[in-house]
């Protein structure tokens, strides 16, 4: 599935727009190759799932109709109950009815249509028109929304770079302490197998292009690094430094097993400063408060952090 194309007109756009508005002093984490990805949109690239969007809904062929009925219905089933055109095409794929051919476009129109986020609705009404109407889309309105999304995709490098504070992972994402050396998996989960792995060097290079990539990006130094998925060692914090890093941030599950002296969520590490996220109230945010209402959320967060200095990490695909 195309998710960056797809989260670009929703989650990677609020985000930036919703920062800017409200003046909040948040950090963004972006990865070098996320950045190449929207790269390649804004630059006018395509994928398969594109190819199949652009292609009138009359010429496509048996083989292409049974992909698209395979790939084209996923998402969020809150999704499928907020929008009744998108829903009913579930509905429909569900019961193995046919799909005629203005079927087939209506899907390919929700799709794109229905992953748009709430600032991309209010600047382009023409999309809360089109969810309205729900189904009989025609090629010139399904080539409406195609063009939006790719107007959203192209606007997100200025949008980024007008926030207050950019981190960056390493470039492709790798989990650096096994990157490094297998062997240190050993210090927390036991006499595993190991198979030998050591490239600390492709650690530093992944490091080092992925904060040149982000830092070129933006237009100024980045100073912060999320490792892959909050994964620290000695070793990587040495080569974070190597590479040009101030900080850092990690969990607190890690700074448990650690060894140092005083407590609270910041810690002084080989001259970086370490930030460890509080685990339970991350997910807190990430996973339980998207079926609260949004306003008994936000006060059981304030009564939650009840005056504590505490850090908050949370993964963007997911910004509710």
Request: aromatic share 10%; proline share 5%.
């Amino acid at each position: 599935m195309p998710w960056v194309r797809l989260h670009g007109t929703r989650g990677y756009r609020d985000v930036p727009r919703i920062i800017s508005e409200t003046r909040a002093q948040v950090t963004v984490n972006l990865v070098a190759t996320l950045v190449e990805q929207i790269e390649h949109y804004a630059g006018g690239g395509s994928d398969l799932h594109l190819d199949l969007c652009r292609k009138p809904a009359e010429a496509l062929t048996p083989v292409e109709c049974n992909w698209i009925l395979h790939n084209f219905l996923h998402g969020s089933d809150r999704a499928y109950a907020w929008f009744e055109g998108w829903g009913a095409l579930r509905a429909r794929r569900e019961r193995g009815d046919v799909f005629t051919t203005n079927h087939l476009r209506d899907l390919q129109v929700w799709c794109n249509l229905a992953w748009f986020g709430a600032t991309a609705v209010e600047d382009f009404p023409v999309l809360g028109e089109l969810r309205r109407k729900g189904a009989g889309f025609t090629e010139a309105e399904k080539s409406t929304v195609l063009s939006i999304q790719f107007e959203c995709l192209r606007s997100l490098r200025s949008l980024y770079q007008a926030l207050p504070d950019i981190s960056a992972s390493p470039y492709a994402h790798p989990i650096l302490p096994l990157l490094v050396n297998t062997a240190h998996a050993r210090r927390n989960l036991g006499d595993i197998p190991d198979p030998g792995f050591r490239r600390a060097e492709d650690a530093l290079a992944q490091l080092k292009l992925g904060r040149e990539i982000i830092s070129d990006w933006v237009g100024r130094a980045v100073e912060g690094l999320w490792p892959s998925e909050g994964s620290v060692s000695p070793e990587v914090i040495e080569l974070a430094q190597q590479a040009g890093f101030s900080w850092f941030a990690s969990d607190e599950g890690v700074l448990a097993r650690s060894e140092r002296q005083g407590h609270g969520p910041t810690w002084a590490v080989g001259g970086l400063r370490g930030l460890f996220r509080d685990h339970g109230l991350s997910d807190r945010i990430g996973f339980v408060y998207a079926d609260w209402p949004g306003k008994k959320a936000a006060t059981d967060l304030i009564e939650q952090i009840d005056g504590r200095d505490i850090v908050l990490v949370l993964d963007g695909e997911n910004p509710w």
